[in-house]
């Protein structure tokens, strides 16, 4: 009994990742060879736990015409703690806007500041009138602010979302390192729900079975079409092997 199976269910998402076990090891397993530094190894492994989460986070709390939301600068010279103010201030006009209207709401906050382009804001947001979260921005910026909006389709799988959000927060943290602050990669309201996590221990002969999809779900496929991935962790350099199903609605 030497594998991991860990089993995440957020929304209509069900996460499958079988990975060795740190205690026990499979007499034959082998390790993939050494690569990189211990930093780089880490860097790559916080960078990957945190989109997890951010993935979870999505899953769990937002579905069908909830809103993405893009907050955008016309003042290209804005700086990094004006962002930060701008972002604090959009929340609160965001938090008075919708108790005046007896709105509740969840949202998933991540600041751009990619060079080359413009900063901005991504809100991921629970469906609402978008001229109220037009109203609680466009007043906020030095030099005023746009905002774009596209709705989020049925898939109930937001992994690519959390990719490119997760991906668009790099420069943001080397911003923070930049300031000597310790910053989040995203930050959201605390009502969220959480996804429940279990893990099982399984036996060996498990690792070798093609997934197949639970009855009223399908295989999610990833970039490559592939329904199934592997590969090795990045510190232990033992295999891993993860799909997703997806519930119909």
Same mark, same amino acid.
């Given at each position: 009994?030497?594998?991991?199976?860990?089993?995440?269910?957020?929304?209509?998402?069900?996460?499958?990742?079988?990975?060795?076990?740190?205690?026990?090891?499979?007499?034959?397993?082998?390790?993939?060879?050494?690569?990189?530094?211990?930093?780089?190894?880490?860097?790559?492994?916080?960078?990957?736990?945190?989109?997890?989460?951010?993935?979870?986070?999505?899953?769990?709390?937002?579905?069908?015409?909830?809103?993405?939301?893009?907050?955008?600068?016309?003042?290209? &010279?804005?700086?990094?703690?004006?962002?930060?103010?701008?972002? @604090?201030?959009?929340? *609160?006009?965001?938090? =008075? /806007?919708? #108790?005046?209207?007896?709105?509740?709401?969840?949202?998933?906050?991540?600041?751009?500041?990619?060079?080359?382009?413009?900063?901005?804001?991504?809100?991921?947001?629970?469906?609402?009138?978008?001229?109220?979260?037009?109203?609680?921005?466009?007043?906020?910026?030095?030099?005023?602010?746009?905002?774009?909006?596209?709705?989020?389709?049925?898939?109930?799988?937001?992994?690519?979302?959390?990719?490119?959000?997760?991906?668009?927060?790099?420069?943001?943290?080397?911003?923070?390192?930049?300031?000597?602050?310790?910053?989040?990669?995203?930050?959201?309201?605390?009502?969220? &729900?959480?996804?429940?996590?279990?893990?099982?221990?399984?036996? @060996?002969?498990?690792? *070798?079975?093609?997934? =197949? /999809?639970? #009855?009223?779900?399908?295989?999610?496929?990833?970039?490559?079409?592939?329904?199934?991935?592997?590969?090795?962790?990045?510190?232990?350099?033992?295999?891993?092997?993860?799909?997703?199903?997806?519930?119909?609605?």
């Amino acid at each position: 009994m030497a594998y991991v199976h860990r089993r995440v269910q957020a929304g209509r998402t069900v996460e499958h990742r079988k990975m060795q076990s740190f205690r026990v090891h499979t007499k034959g397993t082998t390790r993939q060879p050494n690569q990189g530094t211990t930093s780089e190894k880490q860097a790559r492994i916080n960078e990957r736990v945190a989109e997890e989460h951010l993935r979870w986070d999505l899953n769990a709390n937002f579905g069908y015409w909830d809103l993405h939301a893009v907050l955008h600068y016309y003042a290209k &010279d804005t700086t990094f703690l004006e962002i930060l103010e701008d972002k @604090a201030a959009f929340l *609160r006009n965001l938090r =008075k /806007a919708c #108790k005046k209207r007896g709105i509740k709401y969840k949202a998933v906050v991540v600041i751009e500041t990619k060079r080359m382009t413009n900063p901005h804001i991504h809100v991921v947001i629970s469906k609402m009138d978008p001229e109220i979260i037009t109203e609680a921005w466009e007043a906020v910026p030095r030099g005023g602010g746009g905002i774009s909006f596209k709705p989020l389709d049925r898939r109930g799988n937001h992994a690519k979302l959390a990719a490119y959000l997760m991906k668009e927060s790099r420069s943001t943290m080397e911003k923070y390192r930049e300031i000597g602050r310790r910053g989040k990669r995203y930050s959201k309201t605390q009502n969220m &729900d959480k996804p429940v996590v279990t893990y099982t221990t399984v036996s @060996a002969s498990s690792w *070798r079975k093609e997934p =197949k /999809a639970a #009855k009223g779900a399908v295989l999610y496929k990833f970039d490559d079409g592939a329904t199934c991935r592997s590969g090795w962790h990045e510190i232990s350099g033992y295999p891993y092997q993860e799909y997703f199903e997806v519930f119909n609605e």
